[in-house]
């Protein structure tokens, strides 16, 4: 510390190689006061003003000598913010990684491993780690304003709750039990289905094999007590969870492509296949009670909350609306919508009761060309489909799917998440095109495919083409 020329104090603080008293021995209200001008050249006021802020700066200075993210200093962020236009064309091509509310750094190591230490359990619980969870893990990453838009605040994430890498194979679809904030459960190509709890100490609890090919889809009845499943192998199974028992076989003649439990009377089940047809299965007896014929096979589908309606989409990108009465066990189509711009396959049907954008029910649907497609829901035309507007994404090699995002921004807007080729989780908004992308997630080695909000809305899971589930835990917003 020397005396300026003006009387002050000017305080030289320390770089971090030199050595220094640590935060905790020095005091931010000494430190505001040695920061702060002389008080005979200034108004007393600014200068009362004027302390108050320094006081929050310097503690903002000792802070930054204990800053780290994944083994990095406050300096080497400062480097990068400070880095040249073309800085990304001049470093190898590697993983990126992203520390909360800054930018991208390249790893020297290349290809590194998800983490620094690897754990014996297949489930790895990251509460604990806080942001020094390995080289490719990235939450949050706010330094995209320029490139994707402005970030939408109440979809930040504080990190990685928990990551489950025991399948070896895709999994290509994952879900919350009904109501749920804790169960989730995953399929993938191999035919295995994976149930587990995420919340208080995440573990497996059940590993449910009796599939030979692929899984489809599955879907939790009301109660959480069964699953579902669908597969490439013509079989739906059902399962009872707590056992991990499967208690029921149906066989069909073709790939079983969407499965979905009645909402209100669990003892049916409706199925889409390649056969180009729903059929209503009685889930006692295993028996089909009704069929309805389509254009082409089915490859997505969802109910509304009342289940007295079904949409579907198909192999061509058509969407289509069908009426049910599970009290006389009648099943029929009622609309069909071509919007969709061309002709690839629906990955993802999905239904919401409300909107603050449309005031209404929703729909979305998403294609594998990347076309996604946003649709107003006139329950009294027994469910006619108007749509209100679209977002055009890169075409994707695989069966992508995406999700709404929960109902948390003050701002209007309609939120939605998906998984991408480039091994990221991005978050758009709809009614935004020119800047659709308000944040995105990085952490994956291979394409993301599936994603899934929970019940409370504060985790979100997603799957990778490498059988990683990584469960992100989001931000408190107040």
Same mark, same amino acid.
């Given at each position: 510390m020397e005396e300026s020329g003006g009387g002050g104090l000017v305080m030289e603080l320390k770089t971090e190689e030199e050595e220094g008293p640590s935060p905790a021995e020095m005091d931010p209200v000494f430190v505001s006061c040695l920061l702060q001008p002389p008080m005979s050249h200034h108004d007393p006021n600014y200068v009362a003003i004027r302390r108050v802020l320094l006081h929050r700066k310097a503690q903002s200075l000792l802070q930054r000598k204990d800053w780290r993210c994944n083994t990095r200093s406050y300096s080497a962020y400062r480097n990068f913010i400070r880095r040249p236009r073309n800085w990304e064309n001049q470093i190898t091509q590697s993983y990126l990684s992203t520390p909360s509310n800054s930018g991208h750094w390249a790893s020297s190591q290349g290809q590194s491993i998800l983490f620094d230490t690897e754990s014996q359990s297949s489930s790895r619980d990251l509460r604990g780690f806080g942001l020094s969870v390995g080289h490719r893990s990235s939450f949050s990453s706010n330094d995209a304003d320029h490139q994707f838009g402005l970030v939408e605040p109440a979809y930040s994430f504080v990190g990685m709750h928990c990551i489950f890498d025991n399948c070896k194979a895709s999994v290509t679809i994952l879900k919350f039990g009904h109501m749920s904030s804790d169960l989730l459960a995953y399929g993938a190509t191999d035919g295995s289905l994976t149930v587990c709890h995420v919340s208080e100490s995440p573990s497996v609890i059940q590993h449910l094999k009796g599939h030979s090919k692929a899984i489809t889809d599955f879907d939790f009845s009301s109660n959480n007590q069964y699953i579902a499943s669908s597969s490439v192998d013509k079989t739906v199974l059902v399962?009872?969870?707590?056992?991990?028992?499967?208690?029921?076989?149906?066989?069909?003649?073709?790939? %079983?492509?969407?499965?979905?439990?009645?909402?209100?009377?669990? #003892?049916?089940?409706?199925?889409?296949?390649?056969?180009?047809?729903?059929?209503?299965?009685?889930?006692?007896?295993?028996?089909?009670?009704?069929?309805?014929?389509?254009?082409?096979?089915?490859?997505?589908?969802?109910?509304?909350?009342?289940? %007295?309606?079904?949409?579907?989409?198909?192999? %061509?990108?058509?969407?289509?609306?069908?009426?049910? #009465? $599970?009290?006389?066990?009648?099943?029929?189509? $009622?609309?069909?919508?071509? $919007?969709?711009?061309?002709?690839?396959?629906?990955?993802?049907?999905?239904?919401?009761?409300?909107?603050?954008?449309?005031?209404?029910?929703?729909?979305?649907?998403?294609? %594998?060309?990347? #076309?996604?497609?946003?649709?107003?829901?006139?329950?009294?035309?027994?469910?006619?489909?108007?749509?209100?507007? $679209?977002?055009?994404l890169s075409p994707r090699r695989h069966s992508i799917r995406a999700s709404f995002c929960p109902l948390l921004s003050l701002e209007k807007g309609e939120f939605i998440v998906a998984g991408s080729e480039d091994s990221n989780v991005y978050f758009y908004d709809l009614t935004r095109p020119k800047h659709a992308c308000v944040n995105k997630l990085q952490g994956h080695g291979s394409p993301v495919i599936g994603v899934a909000w929970n019940h409370g809305e504060n985790l979100l899971a997603s799957s990778d083409s490498e059988g990683t589930v990584i469960v992100w835990k989001r931000a408190k917003t107040s």
């Open positions: 399962w009872e969870i707590s056992k991990g028992h499967c208690i029921r076989v149906i066989y069909g003649t073709s790939s %079983q492509l969407c499965i979905r439990f009645h909402p209100v009377n669990n #003892n049916l089940l409706f199925v889409g296949n390649a056969n180009k047809e729903i059929n209503m299965i009685n889930f006692s007896t295993g028996r089909v009670i009704k069929k309805v014929y389509f254009d082409k096979e089915l490859t997505a589908m969802d109910n509304d909350h009342t289940g %007295q309606l079904i949409f579907c989409g198909d192999a %061509q990108g058509c969407i289509y609306t069908v009426s049910v #009465n $599970s009290h006389t066990g009648s099943i029929s189509r $009622s609309h069909k919508n071509r $919007s969709m711009r061309s002709k690839s396959p629906i990955t993802t049907v999905q239904y919401r009761t409300f909107s603050l954008v449309a005031r209404c029910p929703v729909l979305l649907v998403c294609a %594998q060309d990347g #076309n996604l497609c946003f649709f107003s829901v006139a329950l009294e035309i027994q469910g006619y489909l108007t749509l209100l507007c $679209s977002l055009k």
